[in-house]
């Protein structure tokens, strides 16, 4: 016989679908899911020599995220940037990106200016989330033939090459140099070595003679002894290649002092950096060439996305890697779109390879090296000068695109 109480349980039991369907609903408002947001992971160097570079960086990827969210976001879903500072690029910080961005918070892409050029591909290697970087060194396209990382993608091309390309320019400059005599100053790393290598190859081939050629640095601040073997040998050409502007700078304001007066001084990728912009205005560069890997082009394309930034930022975008990081960001959008899914990691790596994409750099045609062979029908690299306090196009792969002006130190006949 049942007592009162045990008829009062019965009629109180409640319905155990209301009970989970009433967990799923407050678990889904107090818990948001990663699948909220579509996470977009950047170790960039926030801090450290390449600050410079990497605040342009974070700016490029938030302007291509915001264009992206405005736009309705990618496949219903909002892109939320993920930075993690990579400062000094060493191995140590690359592997604790990985550990963060991947591993904790579980990004679907990572996107680099440069990441350390080479540390980041043993640390982002082991994932399938597709890497998209700018590192444009010899050695990373070798390690990750290596270690066969197929999720690993490099939109430009090696440094060697930027080398024998920006040379080529500099040879097709409206300007009669008053002799071969090349004069070749490099730091010690990668990017410095293999593009004043690739220089120097191509300057014998065309009969110049390599007459000084010294290693400095990061951090030199004294360069008369240099200055004084550079008088000495007469260069027609200085190819200094050091990605270091304080270096640099210091660097220029000795050598106006006592210039070689038969040289053009070209000053390499460092002239792009928006630290180097900041001596661009103060004047004391003019006259002084540089190149960047790529840049916005002069086109309707390059207009709407100087225009953005310049609302953004109340600025104008930098020549060096402002434009590249946005293009990446965008391309891999544009595959993950075509694909459906943001977790099919391999299908998106495969839709990038096999479908150039048309940026505002130019277009993105990898080659089965994972790589962006640079030329005037892909993403061409850009001759830059100091002019007048501002640095200018000249030339955008093999095509004129402003007048180049003989510096005011050069003696002319």
């Known amino acids: 016989m049942q007592s009162k109480y045990t008829k009062y349980l019965k009629l109180r039991r409640p319905n155990p679908w209301i009970i989970i369907f009433g967990i799923l609903f407050v678990t889904a408002l107090v818990q948001p899911s990663l699948a909220d947001t579509i996470r977009i992971g950047a170790p960039i160097p926030v801090t450290g020599p390449f600050s ?3 605040k342009a960086m974070e ?9 992206i969210n405005s736009n309705g976001g990618l496949l219903g879903q909002k892109l939320e940037l993920y930075i993690f500072d990579i400062g000094d690029l060493t191995p140590d910080k690359l592997q604790a ?8 918070n579980k990004v679907q892409v990572l996107i680099n200016g440069y990441g350390g050029m080479g540390p980041d591909i043993p640390a982002f290697c ?10 444009a060194t010899s050695n990373v396209v070798e390690l990750r033939n290596r270690m066969k990382c197929s999720n690993i993608l490099m939109g430009s091309d090696r440094d060697i090459n930027y080398g024998r390309i920006t040379f080529g320019q500099l040879m097709d400059l409206n300007y009669k140099y008053p002799s071969k005599r090349l004069a070749i100053i490099h730091g010690p790393y990668d990017w410095e070595l293999n593009t004043t290598t690739g220089a120097g190859e191509v300057a014998q ?9 010294e290693e400095v640095p990061y951090g030199i601040k004294q360069w008369s002894g240099i200055i004084s073997k550079l008088r000495s040998a007469d260069p027609a050409l200085i190819y200094l290649e050091l990605l270091d502007p304080a270096s640099v700078k210091a660097f220029i304001d000795q050598f106006m002092e006592k210039p070689a007066k038969n040289a053009l001084l070209y000053t390499g990728y460092t002239m792009s950096v928006p630290a180097f912009g900041e001596i661009v205005k103060q004047g004391i560069a003019d006259g002084v060439l540089g190149m960047t890997l790529s840049a916005h082009k ?12 310049q609302k953004k930022y109340d600025e104008k975008p930098p020549f060096s890697i402002a434009a590249q990081i946005y293009d990446e960001l965008m391309l891999w959008a544009n595959a993950a779109g075509q694909i459906g899914d943001v ?24 080659n089965n ?30 095509a004129k695109r402003g007048d180049f002006i003989v510096p005011p130190w050069v003696k002319q006949n």
């Open 59 to 67: 700016k490029g990827l938030r302007l291509a995220v915001e264009k």
């Open 52 to 54: 410079s570079d990497g």
């Open 343 to 366: 977790k099919k990691y391999q299908l998106i790596t495969q839709t990038i390879l096999e479908s150039p994409y048309e940026g505002i750099t130019g277009t993105f045609s990898f």
């Open 298 to 309: 002069p086109d309707a394309k390059g207009q709407v996305f100087q225009e953005m930034w």
């Open 126 to 135: 082991p994932y399938k989330v597709p890497y998209i970087h700018n590192d």
């Open 205 to 213: 081939k065309e009969g110049w003679d390599i007459v000084l050629k």
């Open 97 to 104: 990106s990985a550990t963060s961005l991947v591993e904790k």
């Open 369 to 398: 090296e994972h790589f962006v062979p640079a030329g005037d029908t892909t993403i061409p690299s850009h001759l830059l000068q100091a002019q007048a306090s501002e640095t200018q196009q000249i030339m955008i792969g093999s």
